[in-house]
């Protein structure tokens, strides 16, 4: 494979007008603990449509972020099919899979996952150097997007120097640096209290309604899922559709 593939797969695939960003038909995964083999996912099916945001729920060991890391092509489902806006994705190679990571899907985790040793502007100007950025650019490119979430007077500053929703304004801003068309986020508000998670909540809802961006977020959180397009329950490794209270939804 040359090394221009990946990003050629990429630009092939990404380029179209999907309505559909997301299909899932059939998908089960399982995972061996001593002898004993448990079955997390069900026969998952599911289309989520591009643009939209979507809540998953369910109890704890339910299978939400087992779900997540498919859906991030972090791993792979057992059986099933998985298209991405119409690329198989249970047929892709690994760099290419690793390609559309970088390249179309963003990530914000509850514990942030930002590196000690660099300071906000340059954990969010990261993910650009692997697609060959210069040095400026990457760094001006992540001083718009902290700009973008309120934290142009925090750019020069460590992790540890910052807050629990500092760190996470952060990550959002990391996750959007590429202009990625999926932000994929696991109980992003979880770590914090709870005037900082509504603040959290309100600021990627923003970014759903106002840049399209397909938003997916793993919470526990009943009144937060309320707040999104979709809310979908995992339930005995099964997926099912949950009405909205649309009376507590965000206008």
Do not use: W
């Not at 092939?12 to 999907?18: I, L, V």
């Amino acid at each position: 494979m040359k090394p221009s593939e990946p990003v050629d797969a990429v630009e092939k695939y990404m380029r179209r007008d999907k309505p559909v960003i997301i299909s899932l038909d059939g998908i089960t995964y399982s995972h061996r603990t001593g002898e004993q083999e448990l079955c997390v996912l069900k026969d998952v099916t599911l289309d989520i449509m591009r643009g939209q945001s979507c809540a998953i729920v369910g109890s704890s060991g339910s299978g939400k972020s087992t779900l997540l890391n498919i859906l991030g092509l972090l791993s792979r489902p057992d059986s099933g099919e998985f298209h991405f806006v119409g690329y198989d994705m249970c047929s892709a190679s690994s760099d290419v899979l690793a390609s559309i990571r970088n390249q179309e899907i963003g990530f914000v985790f509850q514990s942030f996952n930002l590196l000690s040793r660099l300071t906000a502007l340059d954990n969010v100007a990261l993910p650009l150097s692997y697609r060959g950025f210069s040095r400026n650019k990457a760094r001006q490119h992540a001083l718009d997007h902290l700009k973008q979430v309120g934290l142009e007077d925090r750019v020069t500053h460590l992790p540890s120097e910052l807050s629990g929703g500092q760190c996470q304004r952060v990550a959002i801003a990391r996750a959007l640096v590429g202009n990625p068309s999926l932000i994929l986020a696991d109980e992003p508000t979880g770590n914090l209290d709870s005037q900082t998670a509504t603040e959290i909540l309100d600021i990627l809802l923003a970014l759903n309604r106002e840049q399209s961006v397909t938003l997916i977020v793993v919470t526990h959180d009943i009144a937060m899922a309320n707040h999104f397009d979709r809310k979908l329950e995992i339930r005995q490794g099964k997926m099912h559709e949950v009405a909205v209270a649309r009376d507590d939804k965000h206008v």
